[in-house]
């Protein structure tokens, strides 16, 4: 079984704006309830295993849709659900007792979302999330997808035209969404799009030389627009944010780190309406960034901004 190679994106600065208490870190915890965080897309586990190295009291419930990361858990403080976070409730817990029985529904102490994907989903899924491997074109967040799940092989097959443009210009903001549109069209009339290399070669005829040539790989944006649609991760991130504010107990915080300018708006969006209903403060009124140190020691970190929110 592969360990994770998964590198967290701004660890400290996210598990040190939650704001756990001192006396967790300490583990002096016999005057406190156990801290719970709620880490919504645990991923490699990178910061739940970390929080809990520093705060050893604490209990993580952790949530992701992809079944194959619960190879990560191997600490009995964490308790796992093969969920999207669009599915956060007050039902979560231990076992079969929800927390909710024993705190209310505001149960969280904290809540992380880490968003976009982990370098264990690019390199060993097997599921085309990277243009750089040869896989099947399914791009779906779900080990073993059913038959009636929408995959990114269904999307270039049999979307039309414009929609396919839409797509990719609306969730990639790839300025050669139309061309590559047709491309595709054009292709799939001669024989199906089945892998990630058959996409990435009707991407290579459809964009000009120079934008081959660019800093950014010429299948960056249309690879991440159908990511977006296939798991609809605009949508679930809205529903993921409502409800999660909705589990946070007052004086907990949210931190969300986005990798995209599209998540970031909606993150964005979101803490500013809280913030003027007068439901939460911003911790930081600018996103937070990776120093120059973790962008050279991890590159896919290079895009990531966190936001900080507080229940109030």
Partial sequence: MRESIHKTVLLNETIEGLGLSRSQALGNSKSLASEIVLDATFGGGGHSKEILKRYPDVK?????????????????????????????????GIGEIPYAQLRGEEQFDAIIFDLGLSSDQLENSGRGFSFMKNEPLLMTMKKNPLPEDLTARDIVNTWGEKNLADIIY?????????????GIAEARKKQKIETTFDLVKIIDSSVPGSYRRGRIHYATKTFQALRIAVNDELGALQIGLEKGLKVLKKGGRIAVISFHSLEDRIVKRFYKEKE?????????????????????????????????????
């Fill in 276 to 312: 003027k209903e007068g439901e939460v403060i911003l911790i930081n009124k600018k996103p937070i960034i990776p120093r120059e140190i973790e962008i050279k020691n991890n590159p896919r970190s290079r895009s990531a901004k966190l936001r900080i929110l507080e229940k109030i």
């Fill in 170 to 182: 609306g969730y990639g903001e790839e300025r050669f969404s139309r061309k590559i549109a047709k």
């Fill in 60 to 92: 993580i419930i952790a949530l992701d849709q992809d079944e194959s990361v619960s190879k990560n858990l191997k600490d009995p403080r964490i308790f796992f659900y093969n969920l999207n976070f669009r599915n956060i409730s007050p039902k979560l």
